[in-house]
């Protein structure tokens, strides 16, 4: 299993932004598909972007797309999640996911991934 850190999260107002990184050791990101998931209070979790670091194809969820960015950093070990305009709705507890790639078919859903991370807090309000 991967350990996998998230940071980057907090409080923003409307209309700003915030990046999140999530990093592993010992591992080597690039062979990962690496997902966000969020999950806001009261509901279920949900799928944000997806990377394949091997292939650099990416997913995003229909709410985020045009805002969100996912990348990643090979040589850092970290992906991250550039979030802009970010609206009230995007607050959430923030999950990086980790999953090493052994076929090239991939999914960008929770049941994927076997590794997480203990999730970052992103709140957006004025």
């Known amino acids: 299993e991967v350990q996998l850190v998230e940071s980057g999260g907090g409080l923003a107002q409307p209309g700003e932004s915030l990046r999140l990184s999530c990093a592993a050791s010992?591992?080597?990101?690039?062979?990962?598909?690496i997902g966000w998931f969020r999950q806001a209070p009261g509901k279920e979790r949900e799928r944000v972007a997806c990377?394949?670091?091997?292939?650099?194809?990416?997913y995003y969820a229909d709410s985020v797309k045009g805002r969100f960015s996912i990348s990643g950093d090979n040589a850092k070990n970290t992906v991250y999640l550039q979030m802009i305009n970010l609206k009230p709705e995007d607050t959430a507890v923030y999950y990086c996911?980790?999953?090493?790639?052994?076929?090239?078919?991939?999914?960008?859903?929770?049941?994927?991934?076997?590794?997480w991370g203990q999730g970052t807090q992103v709140t957006v309000s004025s």
């Open positions: 996911a980790a999953q090493l790639q052994t076929y090239s078919e991939w999914a960008c859903v929770d049941w994927y991934f076997t590794s």
């Open positions: 010992r591992v080597a990101f690039s062979d990962y598909v």
């Open positions: 990377i394949s670091n091997g292939e650099q194809t990416t």
